[in-house]
């Protein structure tokens, strides 16, 4: 529908453009203004005090509000910490597109972003969902809520609600002026009732927040608290019992560990003193096997000597005794000449000299 507009601007403006040489005067084709918003959208709950929630829906879902009057209070905010809302987005789902005056039904109402259109004016306006967020049933935390509504007054609950839900819309608008008889034409020309209307502005772009309200005691009333806040309550409890027993059982099983790791450790320790009193022991047997070994090297150089000395007596001894042997039976032989042989026992009686004198030649054959 946009688009039509758009081309029916352009066609306008040719046509206008075609004209303007031979004569001011303007022929367009009316335009139709102010038809009604769609009820879809008609039909939402659109609330001033909380356009300040237009960057950040998914914050003003869960919120719980007090209307009174024409002031809003945003009290608190009951939602899950695991479950937030879930959020969607569009740029292209355009609601309503038209060009509206003065006689606007909803001129001036928040949901066109309070736009004021007045005589003598129009207002082109196109509105399109951008934005939405909401809590699935199952992501209500219920119990929060009773638990809160308990000692809360009933003047006070009949004004309160809770958001469900929200929508964040945008609103462009853009003014148009009538053109005078006399006044140049320019930007984008239309005419409607035979009047001309112009504009060389921009779009100007607003954001309108509409909301899914569930009041307070309405949503008291589809719960049974008490029964929310018993069941809680006893699963609190058995939550708390298991959590004991369970706190009970690591108690048990620290202490378990705590002597196992202290027998552990005795063991360790034991097995340290075993071991040094081994190391000690180990210590003096490699001393006393030093020790030992000393006299074994001390004993053998010792039985060496003993040995050398026994070896250097008996053969001192053998030479003694053949010494003494030697005296008592020297053999002299005596040869003569002729190759005779005298063999004595004693020169006692007998020198060399003599026996030489008498022709013998002296030779010691054997000692």
Same mark, same amino acid.
């Given at each position: 529908?946009?688009?039509?507009?758009y081309a029916f601007t352009f066609l306008c403006?040719?046509?206008?453009?075609?004209?303007?040489?031979s004569s001011r005067k303007i022929k367009?084709?009316?335009? @139709?203004? /102010?038809?009604?918003?769609?009820d879809s959208y008609k039909q939402r709950t659109f609330v001033k005090g909380l356009a300040g929630f237009v960057n $950040?829906?998914? %914050?003003? &879902? /869960?919120?719980m509000v007090m209307l009174d009057d024409n002031k809003t209070s945003v009290l608190t905010r009951f939602v899950r910490q695991d479950k937030p809302p879930v959020v969607t987005t569009s740029s292209s789902d355009v609601i309503y597109s038209a060009k509206i005056d003065s006689k606007f039904k909803f001129n001036g109402a928040y949901s066109i972003a309070s736009t004021k259109v007045d005589k003598d004016k129009i207002c082109e306006i196109v509105i399109t969902d951008i934005g939405y967020a909401f809590l699935p049933e199952d992501y209500i935390p219920y119990i929060e809520i009773c638990r809160a509504a308990t000692n809360v007054a009933p003047e006070t609950r009949r004004k309160t609600y809770y958001i469900r839900s929200a929508k964040l819309t945008t609103v462009y608008t853009r003014l148009y002026q009538k053109v005078l008889s006399d006044t140049e034409v320019g930007g984008v020309?239309?005419? &409607? /009732? /035979? #009047? &001309?209307? @112009?504009?060389s502005d921009q779009f100007k772009v607003d954001y309108v927040v509409s909301v899914d309200l569930v009041s307070l005691e309405k949503l008291l009333s589809l719960q049974n608290c008490n029964d929310l806040?018993?069941?809680? #309550?006893?699963?609190?409890?058995? $939550?708390? =019992?298991?959590?004991?027993i369970a706190a009970q059982r690591a108690e048990e099983e620290r202490n378990a560990r705590q002597q196992e790791l202290a027998a552990a450790k005795a063991q360790v320790e034991e097995l340290k003193k075993t071991l040094n009193d081994n190391i000690a022991r180990t210590g003096e047997m490699q001393r006393a096997l030093s020790e030992a070994q000393d006299k074994e090297h001390a004993a053998l150089e010792q039985l060496n000597t003993a040995i050398r000395q026994a070896n250097l007596l008996s053969a001192q001894a053998e030479q003694a005794s053949a %010494?003494?042997?030697?005296?008592?039976e020297v053999i002299l032989t005596f040869k003569n000449k002729d190759g +005779? &042989?005298?063999?004595? +026992? @004693?020169? =006692? =009686?007998? @020198?060399? =000299? $003599?026996l030489r004198a008498l022709g013998f030649d002296v030779e010691i054959l054997k000692r």
């Amino acid at each position: 529908m946009l688009i039509r507009l758009y081309a029916f601007t352009f066609l306008c403006l040719l046509a206008t453009a075609a004209t303007a040489q031979s004569s001011r005067k303007i022929k367009l084709t009316p335009v @139709s203004l /102010g038809f009604d918003l769609p009820d879809s959208y008609k039909q939402r709950t659109f609330v001033k005090g909380l356009a300040g929630f237009v960057n $950040k829906i998914d %914050q003003l &879902v /869960g919120a719980m509000v007090m209307l009174d009057d024409n002031k809003t209070s945003v009290l608190t905010r009951f939602v899950r910490q695991d479950k937030p809302p879930v959020v969607t987005t569009s740029s292209s789902d355009v609601i309503y597109s038209a060009k509206i005056d003065s006689k606007f039904k909803f001129n001036g109402a928040y949901s066109i972003a309070s736009t004021k259109v007045d005589k003598d004016k129009i207002c082109e306006i196109v509105i399109t969902d951008i934005g939405y967020a909401f809590l699935p049933e199952d992501y209500i935390p219920y119990i929060e809520i009773c638990r809160a509504a308990t000692n809360v007054a009933p003047e006070t609950r009949r004004k309160t609600y809770y958001i469900r839900s929200a929508k964040l819309t945008t609103v462009y608008t853009r003014l148009y002026q009538k053109v005078l008889s006399d006044t140049e034409v320019g930007g984008v020309v239309f005419s &409607v /009732g /035979g #009047e &001309v209307f @112009s504009s060389s502005d921009q779009f100007k772009v607003d954001y309108v927040v509409s909301v899914d309200l569930v009041s307070l005691e309405k949503l008291l009333s589809l719960q049974n608290c008490n029964d929310l806040i018993n069941n809680e #309550e006893i699963a609190r409890r058995e $939550k708390a =019992e298991q959590a004991r027993i369970a706190a009970q059982r690591a108690e048990e099983e620290r202490n378990a560990r705590q002597q196992e790791l202290a027998a552990a450790k005795a063991q360790v320790e034991e097995l340290k003193k075993t071991l040094n009193d081994n190391i000690a022991r180990t210590g003096e047997m490699q001393r006393a096997l030093s020790e030992a070994q000393d006299k074994e090297h001390a004993a053998l150089e010792q039985l060496n000597t003993a040995i050398r000395q026994a070896n250097l007596l008996s053969a001192q001894a053998e030479q003694a005794s053949a %010494q003494a042997d030697s005296r008592e039976e020297v053999i002299l032989t005596f040869k003569n000449k002729d190759g +005779k &042989v005298l063999e004595i +026992k @004693s020169l =006692e =009686e007998l @020198s060399e =000299e $003599k026996l030489r004198a008498l022709g013998f030649d002296v030779e010691i054959l054997k000692r």
